[in-house]
């Protein structure tokens, strides 16, 4: 089947669905093997799937580090990990249960912390499932999928300032503005990201008078094929996915980086930063895989259906939120008595202000884009994604 250049991938030659899938015809590509069904499948088990040999209530209370010990060391230590990645959504739940939510101030972050954690992986499993409906579909689908992305990264963001600062920087001009700042760094990645997609196409998209549409649609044809960033400058497009993507992480990982690299503070120094180091080390290996385009770029074909960069990137993403999901819950419990003494935690307009800020100017960004795309005549579309 002949792929226009929107759909196809890098290094990637054969299992591709038709452009002009349906919906239904989506869902059951779920069951078929394509270059997309380990990308959906790999986001979708660790939203959804429950095992059944996981920690009750009163563990989960006692500390994750006491649950080692109980439950057989380090071998079993390495098959809960590769088990509770799956398992974001029930966790959620179980913190749910455990929670006295109208009371436990304190629980408030890690609560939005979770569910945000169910978001994104949800939102990216929709988004490679249905992204093959239509060129358009596919953009709308994945500007959706970035905006769930940058969701959790505020996520963490919140649950990084209330649980796991360094002694240092708590109480600080820099604690007090972290979390508006990443408030704002997540209305900005969005726009990047989605941008990166569409590029000029976005502003100029609206720029002709109703009347011009078709002159400016026949005089233009062949400069417009190449108005999309992702089709003209398929380098530079990349570059600002990354960008988008990697400052917010950066920012929300400074006092991380404070913690493992300067001075973290006698409340700090717990069994929660091995884990900060294995998620900033997975993190890493994530980004990698992501920007670049490894193995399948050395080896066009071999990996279209099983291991291609983009599902060892999603295996690295759910790696990493695991972790760092255990180091959160980790300084979370250890630090408790330090934290409510010494820091000033986040109240409930202020969380609930930068979650409800997040969605409407991100959804704004994305109907903005999304909107961008119905506003280029059609066959100015045609022409582009031939």
Known sequence: MFMTRVFHEQGILFGYRHPQSSATACVLSLFQMTNETLNIWTHLLPFCEIHRDQLSPGEWKAGDSQVRSIRGGPAMEVERAMLCSRFFMWRFVTVLYVTDIQNDSYSWPLLVYMGTSCVYPLASSCAHTFSSMSKNARHIC???????????????????????????????????????????????????????????????????????????????????????????????????????????????????????????????????????????????????????????????????????????FHVCVILATHVQMEAILLDKTLRKEWLLANSRPLSFPQIAGAILLCLVFSLSNIIYFSAALYRIPEPELRKKET
């Not at 400058?233 to 990349?238: N, V």
């Not at 988008?244 to 930063?273: C, H, K, M």
Request: charged content about 15%; hydrophobic content about 45%.
């Open 142 to 312: 994945y500007f959706l999928d970035y905006g769930a992305v940058n969701l959790f990264g505020l996520g963490s963001a919140i649950a990084y300032s209330a649980y796991t600062f360094p002694d240092a920087l708590v109480r600080t001009t820099f604690h007090d503005y972290y979390v508006t700042l990443a408030v704002l760094n997540t209305i900005i990645s969005t726009g990047l990201s989605c941008y990166s997609r569409l590029g000029l196409a976005a502003g100029e998209a609206g720029s002709f008078a109703p009347g011009e549409v078709l002159y400016q649609a026949g005089r233009n044809v062949v400069s417009s094929h190449r108005r999309f960033l992702e089709v003209r400058k398929p380098r530079l497009y990349k570059m600002l996915r990354v960008l988008a993507f990697a400052y917010p992480y950066i920012w929300d990982s400074v006092p991380i980086f404070y913690r493992l690299f300067l001075f973290p503070g006698e409340s700090a120094q717990n069994a929660a930063t091995l884990y900060h180091q294995k998620h900033m080390a997975i993190t890493l290996l994530a980004s990698f895989f992501y920007s670049a385009h490894l193995p399948e770029r050395l080896a066009p074909g071999r990996f279209d259906y099983v291991g291609h960069s983009h599902q060892l």
